[in-house]
């Protein structure tokens, strides 16, 4: 009985050993994630990211911030929805302009 468990072991051992040497002698196949995966809404995705990026989305941002706070602060009696509406537009601008203001500061890297 103990023969025959050893021999098992032994077996598992070289199984482990060859799939080690399998994965060591061919990488591409173990690192199949470097090659992108290329589904169908990552190009409608990423244009997306661009367009809220760049420096047209900055100028729109810091238009819709002046514009909404100008409403905010001189705009008198207006509705409930009215106002909601223009803090949500204030919202995304603020958002919109912190992405680009970010990317700016921290995404370049080391000139030399």
Do not use: C
């Given at each position: 009985?103990?023969?025959?468990?050893?021999?098992?072991?032994?077996?598992?051992?070289?199984?482990?050993?060859?799939?080690?040497?399998?994965?060591?002698?061919?990488?591409?196949?173990?690192?199949?994630?470097?090659?992108?995966?290329?589904?169908?809404?990552?190009?409608?995705?990423?244009?997306?990211?661009?367009?809220?990026?760049?420096?047209?989305?900055?100028?729109?941002?810091?238009?819709?911030?002046?514009?909404?706070g100008a409403i905010l602060v001189f705009g008198g009696e207006i509705n409930?929805?009215?106002?909601?509406?223009?803090?949500?537009?204030?919202?995304?601008?603020?958002?919109?302009?912190?992405?680009?203001?970010?990317?700016?500061?921290?995404?370049a890297g080391a000139v030399i």
């Amino acid at each position: 009985m103990q023969q025959a468990q050893r021999d098992f072991t032994g077996f598992w051992s070289l199984a482990l050993t060859a799939l080690l040497v399998l994965l060591i002698a061919f990488p591409e196949h173990a690192l199949a994630s470097s090659t992108g995966s290329g589904l169908q809404w990552e190009t409608p995705l990423q244009k997306v990211r661009d367009s809220i990026t760049g420096p047209v989305a900055y100028a729109v941002s810091l238009m819709g911030i002046v514009v909404t706070g100008a409403i905010l602060v001189f705009g008198g009696e207006i509705n409930e929805f009215v106002r909601r509406v223009i803090m949500l537009v204030l919202v995304v601008s603020l958002m919109v302009f912190a992405t680009d203001l970010l990317s700016t500061l921290f995404s370049a890297g080391a000139v030399i």
